[in-house]
């Protein structure tokens, strides 16, 4: 990839985890109320035919990763479990008294923070609390983040016994002066271990985690660092851009500077170099950051089409409604996004007042609805196109226009009723996003809210 077009543009641009993304929320024109209105119709209108989406935040950790811009509590103390365990667990019951039939479970997921800080029994009391007045689906699938270093063997049996068959590390980066600049230390045995003993209990995906451009990170880095994940061929991998954001109060990121940071050709050579050495054995890229084995779920549902993406990143599956759980996660009805309370005592406090625990939102207008339709359609298929009333919106000539540039680049191909993304324009496709971006384009932020693209 030419040096010329990693600067051009290697600008801030948001993920697009969700549009709108969360700085242009409208949150005059939200309220609870609105948020629950929205997710009782979605639940109508989805729940028989494909069930729902849980995300439950589990924010404690023992130690502070400075590369992780999640919301986190930092504490040793492991009394903070069982507290937290029933605030969730009533939550999930003040949701469940908006519904008229019990919900049917399609997928849930365990994120943090660090979920593996959660005793197995702890677990076990929360995961039982959900689904007991639930239905699962199907083909359901239950997945969770665990930290190397602490993910033991019961806490994988227990969560494998509940129903739990795809685990993601976080592993990183295997070189010791980056893993001391990211306070992460992380030993390749204890990766290999519980790599090893997931597979030996059954689990049918088990991903890894990889990131590129962390400070003092340089091509040979990553290069150590994927010989050694080919070693264990994790079933997917997220192989995603560090993303500086060090005005997020508390992330750590402030311990080293921007010139300890790889420039943005050598944070895409290292990507260029992953992605090479991961098809030597087999790896197919799947969206912007993600690689999967033919085996995989993840790498199917690319294949017929059914490719999702939400605030968990790539999914293999789409359901109209995701209920998110725990301090600062985030649910989306489709017709509308609401946020947790950010810090533990606010989350209990409303809890405590029989309130979800709601301080923020968006519920997209129909201008949102169908700009979301086609940055989704470009993040997970590299193509979108309006050959239907409903798929156009009036400023998409100006959004052609803007792309005509991108179009000489080669990085797309601009058809009478669609566009499609060329192979050398998929590693700027945050970029593609951008142009339909109408509230982006409407308004451009006055500091910097974003990481960088490239």
Avoid at 48 to 68: D, M
Avoid at 342 to 348: F, G, P, Q
Avoid at 393 to 410: I, R, S, V, W
Wanted: aromatic share 12%; with cysteine.
């Amino acid at each position: 990839m030419s040096r010329a077009l990693v600067n051009k543009y290697n600008i801030a641009g948001p993920r697009y985890t969700s549009y709108p993304t969360v700085p242009y929320w409208n949150l005059n024109t939200f309220s609870l109320e609105n948020w629950k209105n929205s997710l009782i119709k979605s639940f109508k209108e989805s729940n028989s035919k494909e069930g729902i989406s849980l995300y439950i935040h589990l924010p404690f950790c023992e130690s502070l990763c400075t590369f992780c811009g999640c919301n986190k509590r930092i504490t040793k103390q492991h009394s903070v479990e069982s507290p937290y365990i029933k605030a969730v667990l009533k939550e999930w019951r003040l949701y469940l008294e908006l519904f008229e039939e019990k919900p049917v479970i399609k997928e849930m997921h365990l994120g943090g923070g660090t979920p593996t800080f959660f005793s197995p029994e702890n677990l076990e009391l929360l995961i039982n609390g959900i689904i007991k007045d639930s239905v699962l689906a199907e083909n359901y699938e239950f997945s969770f983040e665990g930290h190397p270093n602490n993910t033991t063997k019961a806490h994988l049996q227990t969560l494998y016994n509940l129903g739990f068959r795809r685990v993601s590390y976080g592993v990183q980066d295997y070189n010791e002066t980056v893993q001391k600049a990211i306070h992460r230390i992380q030993p390749f045995e204890n990766v290999k271990r519980a790599t090893e003993e997931a597979r030996s209990i059954g689990y049918t995906s088990v991903g890894h985690d990889i990131i590129f451009g962390l400070p003092f990170q340089n091509l040979e880095h990553v290069k150590e660092t994927i010989l050694k994940t080919k070693t264990l061929l994790p079933d997917r991998l997220a192989f995603y851009s560090y993303a500086h954001v060090p005005w997020i109060k508390g992330n750590g990121q402030r311990g080293f500077s921007d010139a300890d940071l790889p420039s943005a050709e050598l944070k895409r050579a290292q990507y260029e170099l992953g992605k090479e050495l991961l098809a030597e054995v087999g790896y197919h890229e799947i969206g912007m950051d993600h690689f999967a084995l033919k085996t995989d779920s993840l790498y199917k549902s690319m294949q017929t089409g059914k490719l999702h993406r939400n605030f968990m990143g790539y999914t293999a599956s789409k359901t109209q409604a995701m209920i998110g759980l725990g301090v600062s996660s985030i649910s989306d009805s489709w017709y509308g996004f609401s946020q947790n309370e950010k810090r533990i005592e606010d989350y209990y406090k409303l809890l405590n007042q029989n309130t979800i625990p709601v301080y923020r939102g968006h519920i997209l207008n129909e201008e949102d609805l169908i700009i979301r339709r086609h940055i989704l359609n470009l993040m997970c298929n590299f193509k979108t196109m309006w050959n239907k009333d409903y798929l156009y919106f009036n400023e998409l000539p100006e959004t052609l226009t803007q792309l005509k540039e991108m179009e000489a680049d080669g990085l797309l191909n601009i058809n009478s009723n669609s566009i499609e993304v060329t192979k050398k324009g998929q590693p700027f496709v945050r970029n593609i996003c951008m142009a339909f971006d109408l509230l982006l384009q409407r308004k451009q932020p006055n500091t910097q809210l974003f990481s960088m693209t490239v």
